[in-house]
């Protein structure tokens, strides 16, 4: 069975302060990998996703996820916080044949304080 | 564009009270999905269903049923609503990730509370 661990819970950060997201990831097969974003009394968005190739990936916001196959890994990092990043993260893995199952981390929410 | 449409987006229930939440989406996707997301436990998914006319248990199913009416509609039904099911019901969609971004698309969800 798949499973997704975020190892930070909550992280509090001045802003322009560097940010580095802890995600790890068990299963076997071939995976797609997601970072949602949750701001407060909203749903979940899209951050950014990795399907295949650069292993470096790119998001919105100035967000950006790096894939170690190796270690099993997708964190996610941004070089200079702002206020208005405080929200919940959420890291995701979906097997990429079968029944198109995404699992999720249990999040980290971050605060940027100004 | 609606995308994902969930109602209703508030509920209060008594225990052992019956409810159904709806979703309907109009972005032609095959998977749609129910999760629960509790404080410290992130979405833990529930039910999904991968096409019209297949359903499959998530992570939670237990105390849920789902129908999946047609490719636009996922039903999730509390049979017997108990205190443990107070959460907020976050219902989705996808394409499959081969020929599609397997992007999760989410509603507004619904804030269910069993009294």
């Known amino acids: 069975a798949q499973s997704v661990s975020q190892h930070n819970h909550h992280v509090i950060l001045s802003e322009a302060a560097s940010l580095e997201l802890g995600c790890n990831y068990s299963?076997?097969?071939?995976?797609?990998l997601f970072w949602y974003v949750q701001y407060p009394g909203q749903h979940l968005q899209l951050l950014l996703k990795?399907?295949?190739?650069?292993?470096l990936v790119k998001g919105i916001k100035g967000f950006e996820a790096e894939f170690i196959k190796s270690k099993f890994s997708f964190n996610l990092r941004k070089p200079s916080v702002q206020w208005s990043d405080t929200a919940e993260y959420f890291c995701a893995v979906k097997n990429s044949g079968g029944y198109q199952k995404v699992t999720f981390g249990t999040g980290t929410k971050l605060q940027v304080i100004p | 564009n609606a995308g994902v449409t969930q109602t209703p987006k508030f509920q209060v229930l008594k225990t052992g009270q019956s409810m159904t939440l709806q979703c309907a989406q109009d972005?032609?996707?095959?998977?749609m999905y129910w999760y629960r997301q509790d404080p410290g436990m992130g979405l833990r998914l529930i039910y999904y269903?991968?096409?019209?006319?297949?359903?499959d248990k998530g992570e939670v199913p237990n105390g849920y049923n789902v129908s999946r009416l047609n490719k636009r509609e996922f039903s999730l039904r509390l049979e017997s609503a108990a205190p443990s099911q107070t959460s907020v019901y976050f219902c989705?969609?996808?394409?499959?990730?081969?020929?599609?971004?397997?992007?999760?698309?989410f509603g507004e969800g619904s804030r269910l509370t069993v009294l």
């Open positions: 269903s991968a096409s019209e006319g297949t359903t």
């Open positions: 972005m032609n996707h095959n998977s």
């Open positions: 989705a969609s996808s394409e499959p990730s081969a020929g599609g971004t397997g992007e999760l698309f």
């Open positions: 990795y399907f295949s190739g650069d292993p």
């Open positions: 299963y076997g097969g071939t995976v797609n």
